[in-house]
């Protein structure tokens, strides 16, 4: 099956530095990558929706200068989390979705990053 | 306005059988999908419907009805390891996932 995977699994940064998280898809090509972010007992959040080779599109009220996002290639999406706070800290989840050849807009989720800002 | 709706949460006893509703009402409709999300982990893949009926895989199925906006998870045979969130989503006009807030599910010996 596709397989998603996500680096680092878990980050513990200061208040006001970066971290950057990649999204790998590791057997099939994905033109479209999706990072979401979910806080304790709540559902999936879309933060950006990524495609390969153009910008990428955020959902209203999450800060595209905060929040960069890199889709430099087919098997590949970074999300840079830009002077982190404590706010910041949340479960950060990124999927790709595998069309080619299957017909279904399935989405293929990495394991998440857990980032902790201190 | 898009939204989804399934309860908060639910509680079932091991061994048995529960069922999970999920009601839509979205811009457009290109199937709708079932999550299980274990605590700290990510979602996985149960199933997908796109067509109206019953798809049956496994211990688990998934219902469909377009015409009420409706879906259900059923899942037998209940065992813990089955302790999770159900998220339900749908695929709108625009190809783009809405998800509903997810069903915890509790199972008790």
């Known amino acids: 099956g596709a397989v998603v995977s996500q680096h680092p699994s878990w980050v513990i940064c200061k208040s006001g530095t970066s971290v950057k998280i990649e999204c790998r898809s590791l057997d099939f090509q994905a033109t479209t990558m999706f990072w979401y972010r979910q806080f304790p007992k709540q559902s999936l959040m879309l933060m950006a929706t990524s495609n390969e080779g153009s910008k990428a599109t955020y959902e209203q009220g999450v800060e595209k200068d905060k929040f960069l996002i890199n889709h430099a290639s087919l098997t590949l999406s970074t999300l840079t989390v830009t002077s982190a706070h404590p706010e910041d800290s949340s479960f950060y989840i990124c999927?790709?979705?595998?069309?080619?050849?299957?017909?279904?807009?399935?989405?293929?989720f990495g394991p998440g990053t857990r980032l902790t800002v201190t | 306005g898009q939204n989804i709706d399934q309860p908060t949460e639910m509680t079932a006893t091991e061994g048995a059988i529960v069922q999970i509703n999920c009601t839509y009402q979205?811009?457009?409709?290109?199937?709708l999908f079932w999550y299980q999300q274990h605590a700290g982990e990510a979602p996985t893949f149960l199933s997908y419907n796109v067509l109206d009926g019953l798809e049956e895989k496994g211990r688990f199925s998934s219902f469909l009805s377009r015409s009420k906006g409706y879906s259900y998870l059923l899942l037998k045979e209940l065992q813990m390891k089955d302790s999770a969130s159900y998220l339900c989503?749908?695929?709108?006009?625009?190809?783009?996932?809405?998800w509903g807030a997810g069903t915890k599910l509790i199972i008790k010996p």
């Open positions: 979205t811009s457009g409709f290109n199937g």
């Open positions: 989503a749908v695929l709108d006009s625009n190809y783009q996932l809405i």
């Open positions: 999927s790709a979705r595998d069309q080619e050849g299957r017909g279904v807009y399935e989405q293929y």
